[in-house]
């Protein structure tokens, strides 16, 4: 149990275009959701905290007009990153708190941007 | 803001021998979760801590979370080569969580 998917798993775009990517539960519900993105050999930086049915609350220094996110409904959450720029190639990775059980978080395989 | 630190960045061990990775927190949390990322792969959860001074095993593997709830540990005995990968710590005090910037463990055969 407690599967997390993305799609897509990796992605190329162009300069200035938008990507969007989705976060699903696969066997639970998820009412809270987390975006993070890890550059190589980095740590995992939480960007925000998607929140089913309501605004998403972003961490410092994380632009909400350029990292749309949209949790819809209590197993998908989307992030949209808009206007891509190079700087932007990051491998980004979702994960979905069961809330059946304490404190931990199911985290989705991830999905690898390059802006060309 | 809550920050985790994470030492040692790399760990070079011998196949068998024992090490230990180290987190700290600048505050009390209310727990501590232990991931593990294979190259090319995401963070898969390992465990969690919840109480002060609380041990726990997982085979060669026993994550520790000290009295003040503001530092952890993990030590692997016997490494082998399925070992190998990133280990994170990531402290929590409400539901986000924040991670160390991890122990990357390399092993020698």
């Known amino acids: 149990g407690a599967v997390v998917s993305q799609h897509p798993s990796w992605v190329i775009c162009k300069s200035g275009t938008s990507v969007k990517i989705e976060c699903r539960s696969l066997?639970?519900?998820?009412?809270?959701m987390f975006w993070y993105r890890q550059f190589p050999k980095q740590s995992l930086m939480l960007m925000a905290t998607?929140?089913?049915?309501?605004?998403?609350?972003?961490e410092q220094g994380v632009e909400k007009d350029k990292f749309l996110i949209n949790h819809a409904s209590l197993t998908l959450s989307t992030l949209t990153v808009t206007s891509a720029h190079p700087e932007d190639s990051s491998f980004y990775i979702c994960?979905?708190?069961?809330?059946?059980?304490?404190?931990?978080?199911?985290f989705g395989p991830g999905t690898r941007l390059t802006v060309t | 803001g809550q920050q985790v630190m994470q030492i040692p960045q790399y760990q070079h061990v011998q196949e068998g021998e024992d090490f230990t990775t180290y987190c700290n927190s600048s505050?009390?949390?209310?727990?501590i979760q232990w991931y593990k990322q294979r190259p090319g792969g995401h963070p898969v959860f390992l465990i969690q801590l919840v109480k002060s001074g609380e041990v726990k095993k997982q085979k060669r593997l026993t994550f520790q979370f000290g009295e003040a709830k503001k530092n952890s540990s993990l030590h692997i005995t016997a490494t082998q080569t399925t070992d190998v990968g990133t280990y994170f710590c990531a402290g929590s005090n409400d539901y986000k969580l924040s991670f160390g910037a991890g122990t990357t463990v390399t092993v020698r055969a």
């Open positions: 505050t009390t949390l209310s727990n």
């Open positions: 994960s979905a708190r069961d809330e059946r059980g304490a404190y931990e978080q199911y």
């Open positions: 998607s929140n089913e049915g309501s605004k998403a609350t972003y």
């Open positions: 066997d639970f519900q998820a009412t809270t």
